[in-house]
């Protein structure tokens, strides 16, 4: 009997990392691929993100919050790559992130337009706070709830929609100048 106890619960434990994996991948790999700008970067940091998941859930450590946890984790990974790599951020090409955003369907003049406000707009990120960036890419591009932009930031609900406020602020005080 203990046998199967621990056979169902290896196969809930899979199934339990397998369905945070299938929703969140796609979201985790956009923002760590916004922050490195490198394909195999994004890979190997999206790899120890999910593993590292992986080791929670096997443990039978239950993740309260996925959405919070994995970005949090895919945060510090970002800086541990950047620590490890000892280089300054570069962001790339927006060529690239753009591919990733933007909708094949659209005429090739729509998509000339949108790159063009993407490298202005980027630009204009990367001369902000890094809370602030995080803030309005979590809120404007990701579309999360403002509860977990505060969980993420390790803030009130409050503080977050200040943090997105003053981040809207600056980002609009950068395009005018």
């Avoid at 046998?3 to 196969?11: L, M």
């Amino acid at each position: 009997m203990k046998g199967q106890d621990s056979q169902e619960q290896k196969k809930y434990k899979e199934q339990y990392f397998s369905q945070l994996y299938d929703e969140h991948l796609e979201r985790i790999y956009r923002f760590v691929y916004y922050k490195v700008s490198s394909e195999s970067a994004t890979q190997d940091i999206c790899s120890d993100v999910f593993t590292n998941l992986w080791k929670q859930v096997s443990l039978g450590k239950e993740v309260k919050n996925p959405s919070a946890f994995l970005f949090t984790l895919a945060r510090n990974s970002v800086i541990d790559h950047y620590r490890k790599n000892d280089k300054e951020k570069n962001r790339g090409d927006i060529d690239d992130y753009i591919d990733i955003i933007s909708d094949k369907k659209q005429d090739i003049h729509k998509q000339a337009e949108l790159k063009d406000d993407m490298k202005i707009v980027n630009a204009a990120m990367n001369e902000m706070k890094e809370e602030y960036r995080q803030a309005i890419f979590m809120y404007y591009i990701e579309q999360e709830p403002i509860t977990e932009v505060a969980r993420s930031l390790g803030k009130t609900q409050g503080a977050a929609r200040v943090i997105v406020s003053r981040g809207m602020k600056q980002l609009r005080q950068i395009l005018e100048s």
